[in-house]
């Protein structure tokens, strides 16, 4: 090796490494700049272009976290040209398998090798591979080269949109004030003008939260005439594609596993989390509202009216310049495109159509009906009850009321009563007879209330249950009920006695979960 020629490769390691060492960074921001350096393509100071492998990468951060930067200078044993260690009809067979498949693995080519009767308990995986690439067949990774890409962008507009959800800041937990909570980023961005049409911080990225983000961008921006998504779930939901059809907005989507197809969105991503995020974590924020209106304010400040370097304008003037072009619609249609579809039966003593823990009062005439219910995100008074693709009526909110409408009630058939029946007479006995031998007795079911009560007493006085478990509960009972109560209560019990009641109540209810599931 040439005089300083070490030190040129222990520097250009350090360069490599150099953002994750240097830079105080959290964990999502740490695996992000990880994946930046492992894509990208090197110039090595023997003047040939790689990628740093992801063990390389591993080894480099060991070495200076151990010795700092001396210890990036190569050690141990010098490599020859002569191959000492490996013998050459094996080498010679490892580069042929090699040549046959450029993305072998040096473990694939190892597992050949001993196929073929070569003794390879001594061989070296890193010693082979090195040799390999010094004749010059480095091994090509699958799915790393893509081709080429070329910068696109639509001419005027609202021509498309690109819609994405990231990670966003912490926030305190709104359920468990004690703990920490991620929010996530939802957004929509113009491609013509990059715009933000609409961007807003939620607690999750379920569906209700995307259509109450994407109807805010509607109102304010018009409708686009295509809509860029990538492959997540709750974008190919049916009703996503409902809402397009009814707008008469395009859907399309990327390529699985090309996040560069919709780059700009990306890109502004990228930006929020090196400039906002960073300043945000340290702004004293704690609640989602305060959060939205820190970041709305930075977007129309440092964002919409900054100069673009892609488009050599601000936003906000590229915006200007194709608004003749927007399409607007009214709210009544975008509320009616953005209404969430089920399928319920009307219960068919009370009329009442039961959703998200919440009741409706329907007509009389549609107790026991199959319907399809369809209703506003932000607007829980009231449903649309539909069958047959037709409007039929609007259910409002049940409310217990202080009178009854007895024309309401249905009519009673009285039954003669006092006569015995030899078929009944025998089915007591035969119950009874049953009954008294059985070792425990087959009891009623509980209610909601007696379900929570039966907890917190097996729980408390050694803790309390908090909001979010109490919440737990009540969903817990409604997706599970009917609950026997003995064997509920034996299942609580054999569940404490295991694990003692510190536990979170999850632990309990999945108990009584599995063991019904299995019944």
């Given at each position: 090796m040439k005089e300083g020629e070490p030190a040129r490769w222990a520097q250009f390691r350090f360069s490599v490494i150099a953002p994750l060492v240097c830079r105080t960074l959290n964990e999502e921001e740490r695996k992000d700049l990880k994946r930046e350096i492992l894509n990208h393509k090197y110039i090595t100071p023997d003047g040939h272009e790689k990628y740093v492998p992801r063990r390389t990468l591993n080894e480099w951060l060991g070495k200076y976290k151990k010795s700092k930067f001396a210890g990036l200078f190569r050690t141990g044993r010098n490599r020859n040209d002569n191959c000492k260690t490996i013998a050459e009809e094996l080498l010679n067979k490892a580069e042929e398998l090699r040549r046959e498949d450029r993305a072998r693995s040096i473990?694939?080519?190892?597992?050949?090798?001993?196929?073929?009767?070569?003794?390879?308990?001594?061989?070296?995986?890193?010693?082979?591979?090195?040799?390999?690439?010094?004749?010059?067949?480095?091994?090509?990774?699958?799915?790393?080269?893509?081709?080429?890409?070329?910068?696109?962008?639509?001419?005027?507009?609202?021509?498309?949109?690109?819609?994405?959800t990231s990670s966003g800041v912490w926030l305190p937990d709104p359920i468990n004030p004690k703990g920490a909570k991620r929010t996530r980023l939802i957004s929509f961005i113009d491609d013509a003008s990059r715009i933000c049409t609409h961007a807003e911080f939620y607690f999750d990225e379920q569906l209700p939260n995307l259509v109450d983000c994407f109807r805010k961008a509607l109102l304010k921006r018009g409708k686009p005439q295509r809509l860029l998504c990538d492959n997540a779930f709750i974008y190919h939901s049916s009703t996503i594609a409902q809402m397009c059809a009814y707008l008469?907005?395009?859907?399309?989507?990327?390529?699985?596993?090309?996040?560069?197809?919709?780059?700009?969105?990306?890109?502004?991503?990228?930006?929020?989390?090196?400039f906002f995020y960073r300043e945000a974590e340290h702004a004293g924020l704690r609640t989602l509202e305060e959060l939205n209106k820190f970041f709305w304010a930075w977007l129309t400040k440092e964002y919409h009216h900054v100069k673009h370097s892609s488009i050599n304008m601000t936003p906000s003037e590229r915006w200007r310049q194709g608004e003749q072009l927007i399409r607007r619609v009214t709210s009544e249609e975008i509320r009616h495109a953005l209404m969430l579809k089920t399928q319920r039966t009307v219960n068919s003593r009370?009329?009442?159509?039961?959703?998200?823990?919440?009741?409706?009062?329907?007509?009389?005439?549609?107790?026991?009906?199959?319907?399809?219910?369809?209703?506003?995100?932000?607007?829980?008074?009231?449903?649309?009850?539909?069958?047959?693709?037709?409007?039929?009526?609007?259910?409002?909110?049940?409310?217990?009321?202080?009178?009854?409408?007895?024309?309401?009630?249905?009519?009673?058939?009285?039954?003669?009563?006092?006569?015995?029946?030899?078929?009944?007479?025998?089915?007591?006995?035969?119950?009874?007879?049953?009954h008294e031998g059985e070792k425990f007795i087959v009891d009623d079911y509980l209610s909601q209330p007696e379900f929570s009560a039966l907890v917190a007493k097996l729980l408390e006085p050694e803790r309390v249950l908090e909001a979010e478990e109490i919440a737990s509960l009540e969903q817990f009972f409604f997706e599970q009920s009917p609950l026997p109560a003995k064997r509920?209560?034996?299942?609580?019990?054999?569940?404490?006695?295991?694990?003692?009641?510190?536990l979170h109540v999850r632990f309990y209810l999945q108990h009584i979960r599995s063991s019904i599931t299995r019944r």
């Open positions: 473990r694939i080519i190892l597992s050949l090798l001993r196929s073929e009767g070569f003794d390879i308990s001594d061989v070296s995986k890193s010693t082979l591979n090195w040799h390999l690439n010094r004749r010059g067949l480095g091994r090509t990774t699958v799915g790393k080269s893509k081709g080429t890409f070329q910068r696109w962008e639509q001419k005027h507009a609202n021509a498309l949109w690109q819609a994405d008469g907005i395009e859907p399309s989507f990327c390529r699985a596993y090309s996040p560069e197809s919709k780059g700009k969105v990306e890109r502004k991503y990228g930006t929020f989390k090196s009370t009329a009442i159509i039961r959703l998200d823990n919440k009741e409706y009062q329907a007509g009389i005439d549609l107790a026991g009906a199959k319907v399809e219910v369809r209703w506003d995100v932000g607007n829980d008074e009231q449903i649309e009850v539909w069958k047959g693709n037709k409007l039929i009526q609007t259910a409002r909110l049940f409310k217990v009321g202080t009178n009854i409408d007895f024309s309401r009630k249905p009519e009673r058939v009285d039954e003669p009563r006092g006569l015995t029946y030899a078929s009944s007479k025998r089915y007591r006995q035969s119950l009874i007879a049953e509920t209560e034996i299942l609580l019990t054999q569940a404490v006695n295991a694990k003692g009641t510190k």
